[in-house]
């Protein structure tokens, strides 16, 4: 397991703001490293290794994901693609209607992991656009 280190704006016993740090443990999704859902806030913590690469696949629900560190580069089927880096942020829902299967020589998006950086992201379910 792998932990992620984020600073909190916090008080201190005398109500001075200062800056502490909250440690979320990260597991291993074959190389997609994401902590546990924040179920009041619904978000995860994403950390992938340099050289991940994802198979072809649709999204579950509408996903905002937030670029912190490294290049992901999202792929389409007519072998367009978009690069998103930090700072940059874009919603997944290429999910499928109900009723249709998916099919691995039609359907779905890739991510691969662009350089030598390790990837940082955060992943928000959104309920509804």
């Known amino acids: 397991m792998t932990d992620i280190i984020i600073p909190v704006l916090d008080c201190n016993e005398d109500g001075l703001s200062i800056f502490t740090e909250r440690s979320y443990t990260l597991e291993d999704f074959n190389g997609l490293f994401i902590s546990e859902r924040q179920n009041a806030l619904n978000f995860r913590h994403r950390m ?3 050289g991940y690469c994802s198979d072809w696949h649709v999204a579950g629900d509408p996903t905002l994901i937030i670029i912190r560190k490294g290049t992901l580069r999202i792929g389409l089927r007519d072998n367009s693609y978009r690069d998103f880096m930090p700072g940059d ?6 999910r499928l209607e109900a009723g ?4 691995h020589d039609i359907h779905g998006h890739t991510a691969k992991l662009m350089g030598n950086d390790t990837l940082l992201a ?5 309920e509804k656009l």
Do not use: E, G, R
């Open 48 to 50: 992938s290794q340099p």
């Open 89 to 94: 942020m874009f919603i997944a829902q290429d």
């Open 100 to 103: 249709i299967a998916f099919n």
């Open 122 to 126: 955060v992943h928000i379910k959104l």
